[in-house]
């Protein structure tokens, strides 16, 4: 067979091709005058070639992927959402129904999802009372999913096969807490806060004036809970709206990751964890030699500076569809598909905010304290208790794997305790919770971020290079909705803002440093 598939025959007449379909005609090959034949041949083949290429991209171009293969799984995913923030609303905030659907249900609006399902009045949804649990979902919106509190977690979500019957098979963690009463206790431990003047240098009105651009914004989907201002430890200017007061506990959101890089930070300090060695524990799929996976490069410094490289599944759009999403809100293991990701950069290359990310650093910290029951109450012994923080709950999934790049749920003063441990350098009460060096590292900008103006650090964000009109030592948690705590070591300050923002969202932390700094004249003015 020649070109196309013509036929060679000796002297003998063959149809090269279909006319109609090729455009070529009948030839006659003989053996002395093959080479002009040849030259035919390519000038025939030719235009036959090109309509051969013509008909392959006019085929392609009648294709799109407009299907949305996913779309089951967002409207799980919904559910599960709305049913996290109505169990927590009513069972955690000890918020009504109609302030759930006001408030935390705002998030699911049409911007993000559909709207909620259902309405103050009824819909699709079920709450059981006495067991303190939600399910959302039904015939017209999609597959049921349930979650429930548990005493000591808050509200974890179950799988979309489990009913409320399988409650009790679900992670609680009964720990008494310390022995004293916070209101009669002074602050930071109690909340007995003392009432003192304001230093000559920060000037009240200015400072009531930060308060109002917080709380009064110029849309509607930017919503102050409270904000806490601090100085030298004591709280100067506190405030609620919104139906918060001062026990609302409310979602932390990633503010979350800022406390879990805490946690591993002990662990480092006392040497069962360390920053440059491979993560200790191994990878799905496992290899038959697992020592030459090449995930094992990735070190507890690159998670935390969320430059694993590993393949991206909660950055790129389809964080309410697969990855963590799954976790938080379907019942999936979060340990399992954050494991599950191949490598497709040098690990410290590039910047990529994973929740999976985070949550691979919390594994760590978990294959570190060795038994279940250690890893459990962890989070409460070694910081929470220490801290006085005791509205504050480090939620789970079910199988009490802790979710702490999102789902911890607490009070503004519970973060402005955390904030305050930073500002101290690492002390508290006299004694040490936290190396001066840990704090270094989560202040120092990620290497990947150097092109994208050194605005992240270790689980916690940094001024990026290009804002000059706040302290440039300035850092801060950041978490969805508006959940911020910030730290200016240069004027001794710590701000704590909540919200239940939603939509477009937009409040900036920095600016709100901006207009607190308003109110500091003198030595802490000019720092």
């Given amino acids: 067979l020649g070109p196309l598939g013509f036929e060679r025959q000796n002297g003998i007449t063959g149809d090269a091709c279909n006319p109609a379909v090729f455009g070529c005609r009948r030839i006659h090959y003989s053996p002395s005058t093959g080479h002009s034949l040849r030259l035919r041949m390519k000038l025939i083949a030719l235009p036959a070639l090109c309509a051969l290429l013509l008909m392959s991209t006019t085929g392609l171009a009648q294709q799109a992927e407009e299907f949305e293969y996913f779309e089951a799984n967002r409207q799980m995913v919904r559910n599960g959402v709305q049913a996290v923030l109505m169990c927590n609303g009513l069972f955690t905030s000890n918020h009504s129904l109609r302030e759930v659907f006001r408030y935390e249900l705002a998030y699911v609006s049409p ?25 959302v979902g039904g015939p017209t919106s999609g597959t049921v999913v349930r979650a429930a509190f548990r005493e000591g977690i808050g509200c974890v ?73 601090m100085h030298k430890g004591d709280v100067i200017h506190e405030r609620y709206d919104n139906g918060a007061d001062m026990s609302t506990r ?40 697992p020592a030459t996976d090449p995930r094992k490069k990735i070190t507890l410094r690159h998670v935390l500076n969320m430059s694993s490289g590993l393949y991206p599944v909660d950055s790129f759009g389809r964080e309410y569809v697969t990855g963590s999403g799954l976790a938080y809100w379907a019942g999936y293991s979060s340990i399992r598909g954050m494991r599950d990701r191949g490598l497709v950069r040098e690990p410290g290359t590039f910047w990529d905010y994973e929740n999976y990310d985070t949550l ?12 279940d029951r250690t890893y459990q109450e962890f989070p409460r012994r070694a910081l929470l208790d220490m801290l006085g923080m005791r509205n504050t709950l480090v939620s789970a999934d079910r199988f009490h794997n802790f979710i702490m790049s999102s789902q911890i749920y607490t009070n503004a003063r519970d973060l402005a305790r955390f904030g305050l441990l930073y500002a101290q350098n690492g002390m508290w009460e006299g004694e040490r919770l936290l190396s001066e060096e840990w704090i270094e590292f989560v202040r120092t900008p ?14 916690w964000w940094l001024v990026p290079d290009a804002r000059t009109d706040v302290p440039g030592d300035a850092y801060s948690t950041s978490g969805n909705r508006g959940q911020y705590v910030i730290i200016v070591p240069s004027h001794d300050l710590v701000i704590v803002r909540r919200g239940l923002d939603w ?3 937009g409040f900036n932390r920095w600016d709100l440093v901006r207009e607190v700094l308003k109110a500091f004249e003198g030595p802490y003015g000019d720092a």
């Fill in 446 to 459: 990620a290497p990947a971020t150097a092109d994208r103006g050194n605005h992240y650090g270790g689980q």
């Fill in 360 to 371: 691979l650093a919390v594994y760590a910290m978990k294959q570190a304290l060795g038994d």
């Fill in 503 to 505: 939509g477009r969202q």
């Fill in 111 to 135: 911007t993000r999802f559909e709207g909620p399902v259902g309405s103050p009045e009824g819909g699709e949804y079920e709450i059981d009372e006495a067991r303190k649990a939600v399910a």
């Fill in 250 to 289: 409310t979602r932390t959101w990633s503010t979350a990751k800022s406390i879990a890089a805490t946690l591993i930070g002990m662990l480092v300090d006392d040497g069962r964890l360390a920053l440059d060695k491979p993560l200790p524990f191994e990878w799905e799929p496992e290899l038959r030699n």
């Fill in 157 to 229: 979500v179950m799988a979309p096969d489990q009913t409320f019957d399988d409650i009790e098979s679900l992670p609680m963690l009964d720990l008494p807490y310390p022995d004293y009463d916070p209101a009669t206790t002074p602050w930071p431990m109690g909340d007995v806060v003392e009432d003192k003047p304001l230093p000559d240098y920060i000037d009240e009105d200015a400072l009531l004036s930060a308060s109002d651009w917080a709380f009064v914004r110029d849309t509607r989907e930017q919503v102050t809970l409270s904000l806490i201002v």
